[in-house]
């Protein structure tokens, strides 16, 4: 069992930056591919990025490539989300996910644990 609590949203200006928080519970974290995702108001939950368990690998919506940057610390059971050049469009309670080591997609579907959430407003 995993759980994750997602912190570091709030409201930034358009250009602006923020990092998301996420601390995972639990002595296997560091076997888990960890990733985020967002759900803006009167949409469905989308995949932001997603990294693999030994770092190597990184993933990335191509709306996010190039602004945002997934990283995590195995060490503190930690993943951050690193959100620069903020856009109107990034407005969305942002969610942490687990997904065991027996593999899946960076779907919704695919992803076994999920924290509450983080709400990021960014206005124009």
């Known amino acids: 069992q995993v759980q994750l609590v997602e912190s570091g949203g709030g409201l930034v200006q358009a250009g602006g930056s923020l990092r998301l928080s996420c601390a995972a519970s639990?002595?296997?974290?560091?076997?888990?591919?960890m990733g985020w995702f967002r759900q803006a108001p009167g949409k469905e939950r989308e995949f932001v990025a997603g990294?693999?368990?030994?770092?190597?690998?990184?993933y990335y919506a191509a709306s996010v490539k190039g602004r945002f940057t997934i990283s995590r610390d195995n060490a503190k059971n930690t993943v951050y989300l690193q959100m620069s050049s903020l856009k109107p469009e990034d407005t969305a309670v942002y969610y942490c996910?687990?997904?065991?080591?027996?593999?899946?997609?960076?779907?919704?579907?695919?992803?076994?644990?999920w924290g509450k959430g983080t709400l990021v407003t960014v206005s124009s």
């Open positions: 639990g002595r296997t974290f560091g076997s888990y591919a």
């Open positions: 990294i693999s368990w030994d770092v190597n690998f990184t």
């Open positions: 996910a687990a997904r065991r080591p027996s593999g899946g997609t960076w779907s919704t579907a695919g992803m076994d644990y």
